[in-house]
């Protein structure tokens, strides 16, 4: 009998991605569960569900940072932010497709997110990513070179697409037999699921799912469009 696996979508521009990717590992490996890990546009995820992410929007960002930093000192390590916030992320997150990294996938995700969310690291700056596979002993040009392929670039955008498919709307997101767990704070769900002791009753909120919407908000862009029209 295979073992399990355990899919954990995620983006570098993502705090919460980074605190639960240092915890994930000891997780998996207390229930022998495979870490199978799938960088995604964050960027895209929101584009296709309608939402602003944290850092777009100045209260949402503080609020984040505040938290962050609380959440790290009470868990000992350093939260020192990347130069920019929000940045690209497309060459670091292609580094970290497996096939680019290959068997070094963990290690080369874990530098960066260390570099980026501990180290204050510029992540779309790519001399710093060079840095940081150099530091890895890894062969910098040829993993550099390899993200500029068609192949690889297409990559990225199918494991986005998956990741829509399967109702990934935010990261970091956590899949097991077709639950789905989205958040940091979802670790402690996800463990009991794990366990086999998920108190969720899954058939009661299937009928709350079911409740009729009493109203529906326009979105920004719909507000804006009518504007134009008068």
């Not at 979508?9 to 915890?23: G, M, T």
């Not at 000891?26 to 799938?38: P, Q």
């Not at 670790?187 to 529906?216: S, W, Y």
Request: glycine fraction near 6%; aromatic fraction near 10%; charged fraction near 25%.
């Amino acid at each position: 009998m295979s073992a399990r696996s355990l899919d954990f979508y995620f983006d570098y521009i993502s705090p919460y991605a980074y605190f639960s990717w240092r915890k994930i590992h000891e997780l998996c490996g207390r229930y022998d569960i495979v870490l199978n890990a799938h960088p995604v546009v964050f960027g895209k995820l929101l584009d296709h569900w309608g939402q602003l992410g944290p850092a777009e929007v100045r209260p949402k960002k503080a609020a984040l940072y505040k938290y962050c930093d609380r959440y790290a000192k009470l868990h000992g390590f350093e939260f020192n932010p990347p130069a920019c916030h929000p940045y690209n992320p497309l060459p670091a997150l292609r580094l970290s497709l497996p096939e680019v990294s290959g068997t070094e996938q963990h290690r080369v995700i874990s530098a960066i997110f260390e570099a980026g969310w501990s180290k204050g690291a510029d992540l779309a700056c790519r001399n710093t990513l060079v840095g940081i596979l150099d530091n890895l002993q890894l062969d910098s040009a040829a993993l550099m070179a390899s993200i500029e392929a068609p192949e690889t670039k297409a990559k990225l955008q199918q494991e986005t697409a998956t990741a829509i498919s399967r109702d990934v709307f935010g990261v970091p997101t956590f899949i097991i037999d077709d639950e789905l767990f989205w958040g940091n704070d979802q670790l402690e769900h996800l463990e009991l699921f794990l366990q086999g002791n998920d108190p969720l009753d899954t058939e009661r909120v299937e009928k709350m799912l079911a409740r009729h919407r009493g109203i529906d908000r326009k979105s920004f862009v719909q507000r804006q469009a009518e504007g134009n029209q008068k």
